[in-house]
């Protein structure tokens, strides 16, 4: 159980496109879900949280109108690129959790998009 | 963000047990500590949790020292499979997990 999925595994595109990848949880429904990146030979940094049904906490140095996050339901949540460009080049992973009170429960996390903006 | 402390690098011999530690010095009493790892180009996986004491699952074991300050993770018979970075990561209930760079792990034929 508890299998997290992203959509699409790689993706290459040119300068300038928008490019959205989404995050499926499989088996649960997730109240809460985040999104990271991360760059070549570098930790993952957390970009935003999630929550369903509602606009998502962004981290501080992250812009929120080149990153939109939306989380309609349960078990989706999409990111999109706007007007990608080279340095948005990038791993980018979700994970999925359930929250309990003021509490998270496990974050799973999905497989990463791997994003190429030429 | 609390803060851990994790050698960048560790070899291990396959077959045999693999011991990565981790320093946290500052953490404090509601503070759990988590470990997951990243095989290349993967998303992270979740290893094994504790507070306290010691905890064991199918992956591996989690040693805490009694003043809560240090932790080692115990992998007790490395196969090549198991190379990955491997990070150290404390969390309470309500905090999101930061990671911190983590020890890449290399198990040698």
């Known amino acids: 159980g508890a299998v997290v999925s992203q959509h699409p595994s790689r993706v290459i595109c040119k300068s300038g496109t928008s490019v959205k990848i989404e995050c499926r949880s499989l088996d649960f429904q997730a109240t809460t879900m985040f999104w990271y990146r991360q760059f070549p030979k570098q930790s993952l940094m957390l970009m935003a949280t999630s929550n369903e049904g509602s606009k998502a906490t962004y981290e501080q140095g992250v812009e929120k109108d080149k990153f939109l996050i939306n989380h309609a339901s349960l078990t989706l949540s999409t990111l999109t690129v706007t007007s990608a460009h080279p340095e948005d080049s990038s791993f980018y992973i979700c994970?999925?959790?359930?929250?309990?009170?003021?509490?998270?429960?496990?974050?799973?996390f999905g497989p990463g998009t791997r994003l190429t903006v030429l | 963000d609390a803060k851990t402390t994790q050698p960048p690098s560790m070899d291990c011999a396959e077959g045999r047990a693999a011991n990565l530690p981790c320093n946290h010095s500052?953490?404090?009493?509601?503070?759990?500590v988590y470990w997951y790892r990243q095989i290349h180009s993967q998303g992270p996986q979740y290893i094994i949790h504790?507070?306290?004491n010691n905890e064991t699952n199918e992956m591996a074991s989690l040693i805490i020292t009694e003043d809560r300050k240090s932790s080692t993770l115990i992998l007790p018979h490395a196969t090549l499979r198991d190379t990955a970075v491997y990070y150290c990561?404390?969390?309470?209930?309500?905090?999101?997990?930061?990671f911190g760079t983590g020890t890449r792990l290399t198990v040698i034929p």
């Open positions: 504790g507070l306290k």
């Open positions: 500052t953490i404090s009493g509601n503070e759990y």
């Open positions: 990561i404390l969390r309470t209930g309500a905090n999101n997990l930061f």
């Open positions: 994970s999925a959790s359930t929250r309990q009170g003021a509490s998270y429960n496990e974050q799973f």
